[in-house]
């Protein structure tokens, strides 16, 4: 948004709550084989590309370096302690004129979690891409026992396969490249519905724009789950303390029970008067693609379920 801003020439101020850019990447997210799902060329922000010798799928420490290149690029300052006063001030610098403001507070709190020290038998609920991610990267760094909880109907592809089907979509008609795409995954997984694994009526392409629900990029997770390392179990009925009741009346006790249920938005608890826009549920209430106008001046930017790509079109709409 801010360098689609600098390049009409449009002041702006950023207000960030945390004491860095990219937190998550930076701070919390895990170990070397953590990669971007999308080809990097799906991936870019507004008007800055990705280096021509970075790989087509971007590692993590690589994705930080992009977004510190970005921030450096487009002037973006970031805040800093200062010693002698005892005061956290960010530096925001006006991009058309010499002019340079100073945001100070007395105290910057930082909520952090400790260190996973790791479990026997962890439970895994929801299936999605953190979910899958979550168990293979258990399954492969020493939990005993781990279990994952399939509770809807998904769409199980490659990074390949995904890739191809974005790149088709932009000439041929989204239900033929959804057909294509489903026969390559049959033809890639086989049958899993034998794993409590079956797909949904809408393809993947058209399941993401009608609901913005992804399909499941695998990193490994079918592998573990067809030879039994990583076990599929069906939905849960209720949880009381460290032990799982299905809805098959099953019971089960877990360790350490990981809930990778989703995420919703929540502009709407702190943005006062944003009912012209948004809904209760924090979304857009215009479809897309008109989704980003309010009223007043108000616009809103990556709520679309789209991506990187889906911020990067919201932006450049905004600033024009």
Known sequence: MAACLTKLSIPYAIV????????????????????????????????????????????KDQFVKYLDDYIERFNIKSCSYDEGRNYWFSVARDMTTPMVVRYTVRFLVVASGGSYSGKNNVLVVGCGNSGMEIAYDLASHGCQYTSIVVRSPMHVVTKEIIRLGMTLVQHVPVNVVDDFLVRLSNFVFGDLS???????????????????????????????????????????????????????????????????????????????????????????????????????????????????????MDAKNIAK
Not at 16 to 34: I, K, V
Not at 226 to 251: A, C, H, M, P, Q
Request: charged share 25%; net charge positive; glycine share 10%.
């Open 194 to 312: 034998g794993y409590v694994i079956v797909r949904p009526k809408l393809g993947p392409l058209l399941l993401k724009a009608k609901t913005g629900r992804s399909a499941v990029i695998d990193v490994g997770t079918v592998a573990l789950i067809k030879n039994g390392t990583i076990k599929v179990l069906g939905n849960i009925s209720k949880i009381k303390g460290n032990t799982v009741e299905f809805e098959d009346r099953k019971e089960s006790a877990f360790d350490a029970i990981v809930f990778a249920t989703g995420y919703k938005s929540t502009a709407n608890t702190w943005l006062k008067n944003g009912e012209s826009m948004l809904n209760n549920d924090g979304l857009p209430k215009k479809e897309f693609p008109n989704h980003w106008k309010g009223a007043n001046g108000l616009y809103c930017a990556g709520l679309a379920k789209r991506g990187s790509a889906g911020i990067a």
């Open 16 to 59: 960030e709550r945390e004491d860095c850019s990219a937190s998550l990447w930076r701070n919390r997210a895990y170990g070397d084989r953590l990669k971007l799902h999308l080809a990097k060329e799906f991936c870019e922000l507004p008007h800055m590309s990705y280096p021509t010798d970075a790989p087509t799928y971007i590692p």
